[in-house]
């Protein structure tokens, strides 16, 4: 073709340069536990892993035997170092195994879903009517609050990162703008610190029996002639061969693209696109991991619970009766002439000879023998609650996934056991709100821009919030916190904030102050003070 190629790894690796003003190295030159290997390749490193966490978070047991099938043959040979534990998975290793039964415990799955069903849904206001219809009809025009529960929130927990996405087209009918969210494999980022200064995704397009790639750009710059930030978009356009290589195309002749405008400039002063990243991965943009997935370091939990049930499962299988037989006794193949043995599963009926003496007696003693072997079972079904509470550690209390581990535990108990799922879940619902808080600001922004042809500046004041999850009862709170207040160790405006939370507005708050005070000044204050039915005050001091 005549044309110059590269590999997919080499466009990031330029843009990475092109927008750093100075390369740092991401370790110590003195560190050299990390100089026996060179990663040339960052997109086929970090597809592996992110592939891997896919698979698992699937389920699917023909998946994951075709991941490792395929790893065996060639990701295990062409990385020896780098993938040897991999190589020794269960999965891995059955891979060549062609009668074994292998079983698939959905455990990736069903944990993450569910973390996310104890998050809950994101409740999205702004603080201006005017401002709260235009972002709510926009987020419902691209269903968002479906993409964030099915696809942004569970992808970016197995995968560690993505991103959102957001096209201006002025010459469609909506006047809103298309929010798309691109997983980890379609996703690079370009980082200057913690701060992401740059974001590349990618598009694939099949035209012709030709693949494109096509590489979407977005990052800001400053315009000294203007005295103004833009907001940019750069497009690049390429074809990949069967080798996977990259020759560069003319991205405005690809005619059959919606938009080919190589590069586009906004007068906007925050990038066109919204990093989802939950916990950070050190110097992972190296091999291009730019966020930790929840699953980092689980997987090996994961393959060891797959292989105890894999192993309970032809356990069981071979402990069903058994019947010995003589061979000669079973009735001949008409085709091969051998003999017909009885089914794996059904060996309730078996043919044998009919020889019989004159006295009626049979010539042959060929009575079939049952067997059934008596096997450990147990062992491996308590190897199993081990596992899975190594698996959920960190993640989910035993108690929020069902696993009843202290029938007598009262209700201190049970929320000190809570506290695991608070902590990840008190991290994830901060990090999402921030993340969609974002994303409201620019899509109203946008939609103002496409209103009006120019964007504001102006703050909307947007908030995010997640539905409290096992918080402790008002009874429980007035029970802890009233003490505290009678004895002069708390204010009556902190007892009062801590005891009704968000249940009044300021101008009740301020009534219940007065009340209290009132109350603790005629010492007649008492946890009967408090209607817990419906939070309004009743002062039974009186009766």
């Known amino acids: 073709m005549g044309k110059t190629s590269e590999k997919l790894s080499d466009f990031i690796k330029n843009q990475t340069i092109r927008f750093k003003r100075k390369e740092t190295l991401s370790q110590s030159p003195l560190d050299m536990s990390k100089k026996h290997f060179v990663i040339n390749d960052i997109v086929s490193m970090n597809r592996y892993i992110i592939e891997q966490f896919d698979v698992w978070y699937s389920g699917n047991s023909d998946e994951k035997l075709d991941f490792y099938s395929a790893s065996r043959i060639k990701t295990y040979l062409t ?11 269960f999965w891995a290793k059955s891979a060549g195994e062609k009668s074994i039964k292998r079983t698939s415990a959905d455990l990736c799955h069903d944990i993450t879903e569910t973390l996310n069903f104890i998050i809950g849904e994101p409740k999205i206001s702004a603080e201006s009517p005017e401002n709260n219809k ?76 030709v693949t494109y790639c096509i590489f979407d750009t977005r990052y800001t710059r400053y315009d000294s002639e203007l005295d ?102 079973l009735e001949n193949d008409k085709v091969t002439g051998e003999a017909k043995t009885p089914d794996d599963f059904d060996t309730k009926y078996i043919a044998v000879p009919n020889s019989i003496t004159g006295d009626g007696m049979n010539i042959n003693n060929v009575v079939p023998t049952v067997i059934q072997p008596t096997l450990n079972l147990a062992m491996y079904t308590e190897a199993e609650q081990s596992k899975i509470l190594l698996i959920i550690e960190g993640l989910l209390s035993p108690a929020d996934f ?69 918080n402790p009862s008002k009874e429980e709170r007035i029970n802890t916190y009233l003490p505290m207040f009678t004895s002069n160790a708390i204010s009556a405006e902190r007892f009062v904030e801590e005891i009704y939370e968000d249940e009044l507005t300021e101008e009740e708050k301020a009534e219940e102050v007065a009340r209290l005070k009132e109350l603790k000044t005629q010492d007649t204050l008492t946890s009967n003070s408090f209607d817990l039915n419906n939070g309004e005050n009743s002062d039974l001091q009186d009766n």
Request: glycine share 4%; charged share 30%.
């Open 134 to 209: 235009k972002i709510q009809d926009a987020l419902d025009f691209n269903n968002l609050h479906e993409i964030v529960r099915q696809v942004q929130l569970p992808y970016t927990e197995v995968e560690g990162w993505g991103t959102f996405r957001f096209d201006i087209d002025l010459n469609q009918s909506t006047k809103y703008p298309i929010i798309k969210y691109y997983d980890a494999l379609n996703t690079y980022f370009v980082k200057e610190g913690q701060r992401v200064i740059a974001v590349v995704t990618t598009d694939f397009v099949v035209k012709d029996n």
């Open 228 to 329: 103004m930030i833009l907001s940019c978009i750069d497009k690049n356009a390429f074809e990949i061969d069967e080798s996977n290589n990259l020759s560069p195309v003319d991205i405005k002749s690809l005619v059959f693209l919606t938009d080919t405008t190589p590069h586009t400039e906004y007068p906007y002063p925050k990038i066109l696109a919204e990093p989802c990243v939950f916990f950070d991965y050190k110097n992972g943009e190296e091999i291009g991991i730019y966020g930790k997935s929840i699953w980092h370091g689980k997987i090996d939990q994961l393959d060891d619970f797959d292989q105890l049930e894999s192993i309970l499962s032809t356990t069981v299988r071979r402990s069903t009766p058994k019947v010995a037989y003589p061979v000669d006794t």
């Open 402 to 470: 069902g696993i009843d581990i202290a029938k007598k535990d009262n209700a201190e108990a049970m929320r000190e056991k809570e506290r695991q799922t608070l902590f990840i879940r008190n991290t994830l619902c901060k990090k999402e709100s921030k993340i969609l808080t974002n994303v409201s600001q620019k899509t109203l922004d946008i939609t103002n821009f496409m209103e009006t042809g120019w964007f504001s500046e102006e703050e909307a004041n947007i908030k995010c919030d997640f539905d409290k999850f096992a």
């Open 79 to 89: 990385n020896p170092i780098y993938f040897r534990n991999c190589s020794n998975y």
